[in-house]
């Protein structure tokens, strides 16, 4: 699995023009899930999003959770984080996982980020989203496992 997590103040989600998601803050999360990914990595994703200090405390540190500020999660999937361009110019996405294998991992990370006290809404996998982020920072982490 793949991610780029983001330290959003606001991010909402749009499908065919309707609302699907929003979060008044916490972290926009594009997951990329690949064909030899499992409930392993799913675990372990959603254990480093719930975790992860990205959050100045009162001394300006980054230093706080998710979970320790009060935020939420918008769990986007992203089959194209693994895409590979390295030859032409059309990447190439054979590194990412089916969408039958992929769309019950990116679901159990959520239910696994939630088990973990974290808020979490979800795009639609597969539509077409529109995304709107208002990001903090900027903090943008990169994570693979």
């Known amino acids: 699995m793949r991610a780029v997590i983001q ?11 309707a609302l699907v998601s929003e979060i008044p803050g916490g972290l926009a999360v594009y997951l990329g899930v ?13 254990k480093k999003i719930a975790q ?3 959050f100045e405390d009162g001394q300006g540190k980054m230093n706080l959770s998710v979970r320790d500020v009060g935020g939420e999660v918008l769990l986007i999937s992203q089959f194209t984080l693994y895409g590979d361009c390295t030859h032409g110019n059309r990447p190439s996405f054979i590194g ?7 769309e019950p991992l990116y679901l159990r990370t959520a239910e ?18 529109k995304i709107e982020q208002y990001n903090d920072g900027p903090v943008t982490i990169v994570y693979e496992c």
């Open 7 to 17: 330290r959003v103040k606001h991010t909402s989600l749009c499908v065919g023009g």
């Open 34 to 46: 690949a064909p030899d990914d499992s409930e392993r990595n799913a675990a372990s994703m959603a």
């Open 52 to 54: 992860l200090r990205i």
């Open 96 to 102: 990412a996982a089916r969408p039958e294998a992929a």
């Open 112 to 129: 696994l980020l939630r088990g973990y006290g974290v808020p979490v809404c979800t795009g639609i996998f597969g539509a077409d989203m």
